[in-house]
């Protein structure tokens, strides 16, 4: 069967390599496109080229082996392409996303914990402090709780956090 003057083959063919180009390009430089697709999670490069590479794959090598019509094939092939990028939309990139927004804390369980200015904080102002966490360093900005300056290297616990702002007093240890 011939499409636009082609036969279908090459056209599935040439749709598989655009697709795999363009896949290198989004693996290159997706993190500038990330924000365009994120409000709709279906429409996320990386699924609509898998979507294409699948079912061009998938169309090429049964038009090969196949008697079939040619459009049955592409049924056949669409329907699989799309369990596939389904498949992978929930088993790949759903826990990838997750895993990215993860850091291994929460703001609730910095609370109480100690650690230390390494930026002054004035009265009425901001500085930042430092906080050894099991998943690593984390340093936020932070602002006295008591409304006192606290100078840099001083020991502080965090009080309270506030879109992303530690509340610190400085800390006294019981010893």
Known sequence: ?????????????????????????????????DGIFESIPFLHPVLVLSFF???????????WFMDWSSLVILIIASISSIIFVTLLH????VPIRSAEQSWGYSEDALIGSVGTAIVSIPIDGYGEVMVQWKSGVISKPAVSYDNE????DERVLIIEIKDGVFYVSPYQSLD
């Open 53 to 63: 590479i699948f079912l061009s794959a998938m169309g090429y090598i049964l038009e």
């Open 1 to 33: 069967m011939t499409l636009f003057g082609y036969a279908i083959q090459d056209l599935y063919l040439w749709i598989l390599i655009i697709a795999a180009i363009l896949t290198v390009v989004v693996l290159l430089f997706g993190d500038l496109l």
């Open 90 to 93: 929930l088993f790949v990139l």
């Open 149 to 152: 300056a606290i100078s840099q």
